[in-house]
Nanobody, 126 residues
């Protein structure tokens, strides 16, 4: 079955950096667009970043532009989220997700994604 396993979360001081990884199995990874979403305490799950199946197109939420970067390695079936200059408001559980590529489904919409990981906690302390 499809599995998405996130890692790399943790506690960091504001201004610090973390790199999240999401290892995928049970699907043809290079055929899937991949996304990162997050859910803070008492908040709805929101879009953070996404990357197309080929890696040729990327999207980042305005709130993280210039600080976070999504990338992927199709040879390793892994997607990454490099997070720099972390702020306390970035504190959340971060989820990776997969949606079949080359479809009209909106890549920034969480409803477009068929598969989800279990999440990893990121805490940026002030």
């Amino acid at each position: 079955q499809v599995q998405l396993v996130e890692s790399g979360g943790g506690l960091v001081q504001a201004g610090g950096s973390l790199r999240l990884s999401c290892a995928a199995s049970g699907l043809s990874f290079s055929s899937y667009d991949m996304g990162w979403f997050r859910q803070g305490p008492g908040k709805e799950r929101e879009f953070v970043a996404a990357i197309s199946w080929s890696g040729g197109s990327k999207w980042h939420a305005d709130s993280v532009k210039g600080r976070f970067t999504i990338s992927r390695d199709n040879a390793k079936n892994t997607v990454y989220l490099q997070m720099n200059s972390l702020k306390p408001e970035d504190t959340a559980v971060y989820y990776c997700a997969a949606k079949l590529g080359r479809t009209s489904a909106l890549i920034t919409n969480r409803a477009s994604y068929a598969y989800w990981g279990q999440g990893t906690q990121v805490t940026a302390s002030s």
